[in-house]
């Protein structure tokens, strides 16, 4: 894979928009880590959960969230700020949300989530990779499910057409799902939402998000601007579904 550089950035980013109308930015997010600096060019948060400081981003803000500013406690833990609240490991608290009936339920979910290790992390940067000036080390993105079904279409391409596993455990959706999953992992990951960020953020019903390392950004714009000569608009077009319509319409008459 090629070596990026922030000056693409902007360039990829704004093809994937127009090539698959995306609502907002493509966002770029950036682990900070605990003995770098925090970025002077971003907006400090405060007391904002991870999944909002995204939703800023994807709507063109260039944000920063630090340990103490995130609101969350599962997406603080996630990301090793501090730890996981034991009324959270217990399970208890999924069920006192009324996500789980059962406790134990609650507590495997949250065993079996993966997390960064303990203060590795300054804090998060988030931005529209419109606008990027360094580079991320992952891309998220937010949208309809059609347009990220695309973008893991060209996933596949750029990865020799290997099948796209994806893990969520429908909590910590962007957070975890979309941020250290790839990033530990070094792949896409695809999630359907979460709880939190759909109470949280103005993602709606109809929306998902996956995240992938900034790496195999190039590729997948590659490969959408060849989706986008014929598949994209022959699938959006729908002439099967007419052409059913059609003779559905003839039988009926």
């Not at 909002?52 to 990301?79: S, T």
């Not at 695309?150 to 996933?155: F, Q």
Request: hydrophobic share 45%; net charge negative; proline share 7%.
């Amino acid at each position: 894979m090629m070596e990026l550089v922030a000056d693409t950035l902007p360039v990829l980013a704004q093809q994937m928009i127009e090539i698959l109308g995306l609502d907002g930015a493509p966002v770029g997010v950036r682990w900070v880590g605990a003995d770098d600096a925090a970025p002077t060019e971003a907006y400090p948060l405060l007391k904002h959960r991870y999944c909002q400081a995204l939703m800023r981003a994807r709507r063109g803000a260039n944000v920063w969230l630090d340990g103490p500013n995130l609101a969350c406690p599962a997406a603080a833990a996630a990301f090793g700020f501090r730890p996981l609240p034991e009324g959270l490991q217990s399970g208890q608290g999924l069920v006192g949300f009324g996500i789980v009936s059962d406790p134990a339920v609650g507590r495997q979910m949250f065993a079996a989530m993966p997390r960064l290790e303990r203060n590795q992390l300054l804090g998060i940067h988030l931005f529209p990779l419109t606008q990027a000036t360094r580079v991320p080390d992952l891309v998220v993105v937010e949208d309809k499910v059609e347009p990220l079904m695309w973008i893991v279409l060209a996933y596949m391409h750029a990865t020799g057409g290997a099948r796209v596993q994806s893990s969520t455990a429908v909590l910590q959706a962007t957070c975890v799902d979309c941020a250290i999953v790839p990033y530990l992992e070094q792949r896409l990951n695809l999630t359907y939402g979460c709880y939190g960020c759909r109470d949280a953020t103005d993602l709606q019903m109809e929306e998902a998000a996956l995240g992938f390392p900034t790496s195999w950004l190039p590729a997948i714009v590659e490969h959408l601007t060849f989706l986008a000569e014929k598949a994209i608009p022959t699938s959006r077009g729908k002439k099967a579904w007419h052409a059913l319509n059609r003779i559905t319409d003839m039988e009926a008459s």
